[in-house]
């Protein structure tokens, strides 16, 4: 089992940048793929970015690419999602989530959520 606690969000202009944190409870971090989701008001929670559990693949939604970077530490127990050129649209509680196996993209396959922290993009 592992516990999920997002940090980092806030609010920023389009054109800036935020960097939010996932830490993880637990000796067995590496085991697990990280994944991170968004969910904004009225709209169903959606895919952002996954990473395999050695780090070595990484998967983004096509609305992200080029713009966020997804990152992690399994000596810190920690995920990471760099999100630069940020857009109004990127506007959402962002989750980090935890799954064993492959990068999965779809909410249900993952089984540990964080609670979310919110990210509030300005125009």
């Known amino acids: 089992q592992v516990q999920l606690v997002e940090s980092g969000g806030g609010l920023v202009q389009a054109g800036g940048s935020l960097r939010l944190s996932c830490a993880a409870s637990g000796r067995t971090f590496g085991s697990y793929v990280m994944g991170w989701f968004r969910q904004a008001p009225g709209k169903e929670r959606e895919f952002v970015s996954a990473i395999s559990r050695n780090g070595g693949n990484t998967l983004y939604a096509d609305s992200v690419k080029g713009r966020f970077t997804i990152s992690r530490d399994n000596a810190k127990n920690t995920v990471s999602l760099q999100m630069n050129s940020l857009k109004p649209e990127d506007t959402a509680v962002y989750y980090c989530?935890?799954?064993?196996?492959?990068?999965?993209?779809?909410?249900?396959?993952?089984?540990?959520w964080g609670q979310g922290t919110q990210v509030t993009v300005s125009s």
């Open positions: 989530a935890a799954r064993i196996f492959e990068i999965a993209t779809r909410p249900y396959e993952y089984r540990y």
